[in-house]
């Protein structure tokens, strides 16, 4: 579900940017990152987890305003080395702020109970709350993006943006609001993982990849094939490893291949006009 | 020897005048200044992900070092520390050796290397016939094949199979009155991981025949989630599980198998957990997870331990590791070595070093032995224990004997075609 929330924010940001963005694993860092330092002065969950999808989407807005608008443009290997230049850099600054050796924030003593017994399976209730976190957010993305002005806007700017800034509509506001939204996403899922996993620079690394072949398998710009994708992962994962337990990373990459040899644009991506 | 005193007003003083590890680096002026030093060159790991144990290998030497210097220094000759980064490269490693000895002008060798970079650095040493000794490299074969071996080069580790035979031992026994027949693991895929889960396996069964292993998972090297690993274990529902994921790998799984409530469910043996590194980091460490005994100043429960322990984390501001004492104990001998062949030069001190029992907070009995016939550490403290959540984190370790440690490792070394 966590993989979920990254790859909404990866495939909002393709949807409408039209970037494929390589740092994103970085935001999901700092939202671990701004979520245990909040969590460590706050003795909070909340303001912790508010501390981590805030002070990503600021970030994730300098981020596009910056620097990324000035690469548009250009054709995707600039666009790629710009980001991964980024992935690197915020690596460092982590490394200089936090230290370079492991770190963990511990899971709040709300959530230090006894897991729920489900028919027959085992579920802990934080678990319940990072579902029940990721669905609110499918749902309020998925009404805001096909009914609410604002979601018609981000709609008509992705399709011609020429046309929607001629109506007078200030696109680059667009574009580092879609930003700064998807590094929202990230950093709330680094957020919610930072309890139960450990932070060290380059954590966002290997999230991305999965969140990659979550977006890949789902189709890029999607928002329901995000979901789906992700669900897909986990269960290839979690029976993978019964079956198959040496292979479970080809598993993915397996399944990757076939999603992308029978139907190229994912299982829910659009044809391209 | 002197080797433990509290730490007084005057060395303190000095050290902060000397700033830490960086000076030997950062000032090589002093030491041309004084015409009678001697150059020990280190290749270490001091960036990348296993930079906390490179450090703490540093720290660890320059504590000993300042020590011997201002005791007289290494047969009268003040030791000067070249200390450089090898990355956790092997060639890398092998190079800065070379360089070390060849440019620098080093007249001895600590190799606080991985594995990895030990038996790379073991070459150099062949090559070049310098003194060298090996402080972190805690693979067996690095000594105990005849095929490896050198007369300058020896080891401050501890072995994997002297580990391996505690371990199996300490946890056979609890399997044994406890019952618990079912076991699985949980080990991370990579050579380590592998290799250390196989030897810890072979001696638990020999201890304990009846005992079964029946699931094994083996989740990738700095897996984020283990989700679908812990699923696995608690469907298989076996009694006990070990494990060698060690670092962030360890605390990350211990966090996610925490909220599966697991650690009530089964006995936990997980061989890297009783490292400070690991054990500080942990916010909600369960009680009574069964771990061997990495560096902790608790055992051996002596009072020259502690306050090496407590000096050290008075200089730099955190408790040494598992690699700090290795290398601590190679500036001791090396001491010693020299003081007894009155020489700093190499050879007489690799003569001298054969067989050499020296006192040592680090010792099971107050004593270290550098052993003749294979040139490796033998008689340090090694064994098991139960953790709690806060400091002592260990509070009773049961030691290893190391009767049955030499019994079962000449068995395994003639299996081995070693001897």
């Known amino acids: 579900m966590l993989l979920f929330l990254v790859a909404v924010g990866l495939t909002l940001i393709f949807g409408v940017l039209k970037v494929v963005n390589f740092s994103h694993g970085a935001f999901y860092m700092f939202g671990a990152y701004f979520a245990m330092t909040a969590y460590q002065l706050t003795g909070s969950f909340a303001l912790a987890m508010l501390a981590g999808a805030a ?21 995707v290997l600039m666009q790629l080395l710009v980001c991964y230049a980024f992935v690197l850099i915020f690596d460092d600054v982590v490394r200089i702020i936090w230290g370079p050796e492991f770190k963990a924030m511990g899971m709040p003593a709300a959530f230090q109970v006894m897991p729920l017994f489900i028919a027959g399976g085992v579920v ?28 018609k806007v ?14 007078g509509i200030n696109t680059g506001l667009i574009y580092g609001g879609v930003f700064a939204l998807g590094g929202m996403l990230a950093g709330l899922a680094g957020a919610l993982a930072a309890p139960v996993r450990s932070l060290t620079p380059g954590m966002g690394f290997s999230v991305l990849i999965e969140s990659f072949i979550v977006t890949v398998i789902g189709g890029m710009g999607s928002i329901l094939g995000a979901l789906i994708g992700a669900l897909l992962l986990g269960l290839i994962r979690s029976f993978g490893s019964l079956g198959f337990p040496l292979f479970t990373e080809g598993l993915m990459y397996l399944f990757m291949v076939i999603v992308l040899v029978s139907k190229p644009t994912g299982l829910f991506g659009k044809e391209a006009a | 020897m002197t080797r433990t005193r509290t730490p007084g007003i005057s060395r303190r003083s000095t050290l902060a005048l000397m700033g830490a590890g960086a000076m030997s680096v950062a000032a090589p002026w002093v030491a041309r200044a004084q015409a009678k030093t001697i150059k020990i060159g280190m290749p270490t790991i001091l960036s990348g992900r296993v930079a906390q144990l490179g450090t703490s290998s540093r720290n660890a030497v320059m504590l000993e070092v300042e020590k011997v210097n201002a005791a007289g220094g290494l047969a009268g000759r003040q030791i000067e520390m070249v200390i450089r980064d090898s990355k956790g490269q092997p060639q890398e490693a092998a190079r800065v050796a070379r360089e070390l000895v060849n440019t620098d002008g080093c007249e001895l060798v600590i190799d606080a290397e991985a594995s990895s970079g030990a038996f790379a650095v073991h070459e150099v040493a062949r090559d070049l016939g310098v003194f060298c000794i090996h402080t972190n490299s805690e693979t067996s074969a690095l000594t105990a094949d005849p095929k490896q071996r050198i007369p300058n080069a020896f ?28 076991w699985a693991t949980c080990s991370p895929d990579y050579a380590y991981g592998r290799d250390t889960t196989a030897e810890f396996t072979l001696y638990l069964k020999r201890f304990a025949p009846e005992v079964e292993i029946i699931s094994e998972s083996w989740p990738k090297l700095f897996q984020p989630d283990y989700t679908e690993v812990v699923t696995k274990i608690l469907q298989a529902k076996p009694q006990a599980l070990y494990s060698c994921l060690w670092g962030g790998d360890l605390t990350s799984y211990i966090d996610q198998a925490n909220i599966y409530a697991m650690f009530g469910q089964m ?18 460490l369960p009680k009574g997870i069964h771990s061997g005994n990495r560096y902790i100043k608790t055992f051996p429960t002596t009072p020259e331990n502690a306050a090496w322990g407590d000096a050290y984390k008075a200089k730099f501001n955190e408790y040494p590791t598992n690699w700090s004492w290795e290398n601590a104990t190679a500036i001791m001998l090396m001491a ?10 190499g050879k007489k001190i690799a003569e001298v070093l054969k067989g050499l029992t020296i006192k040592c907070p680090f010792g099971a009995d107050g004593t270290v032995t550098m052993r003749g016939d294979d040139h490796t550490l033998v008689g340090y403290a090694i064994g098991w224990g139960t953790t709690i959540p806060q400091e002592p ?21 003639k299996s081995k075609g070693y001897t």
């Open chain 1, 55 to 75: 002070g990503t989407a600021v970030l994730g807005l300098i981020f596009e305003r910056v620097f990324m608008s000035r690469v548009y443009g250009a054709d």
């Open chain 1, 124 to 151: 802990p209730p934080y678990y319940l709350l990072l579902i029940g976190v990721a669905l609110l957010a499918a749902i309020v993305l998925g009404i805001g993006l096909s009914r609410s002005r604002i979601g």
């Open chain 1, 154 to 167: 981000i709609r008509a700017a992705a399709h011609n943006p020429g046309m929607v800034s001629a109506l």
């Open chain 2, 155 to 182: 080891r401050t580790a501890r072995q994997g199979v002297h580990d391996s035979i505690v371990g199996g031992s300490y946890a056979a026994a609890i399997a044994k009155a406890k019952g618990l027949k079912k």
């Open chain 2, 267 to 284: 006995e936990v043996f997980a061989v890297n957990m009783a490292d400070y590194t690991a054990l500080t980091v942990v916010k909600n």
């Open chain 2, 336 to 345: 010693e070595a020299a003081k007894k062949a009155n020489s700093a030069d």
């Open chain 2, 393 to 413: 984190y260990v509070p009773e370790v049961k030691a290893g004997d190391w009767k049955t440690i030499f019994e079962l490792e000449a068995e395994w070394k």
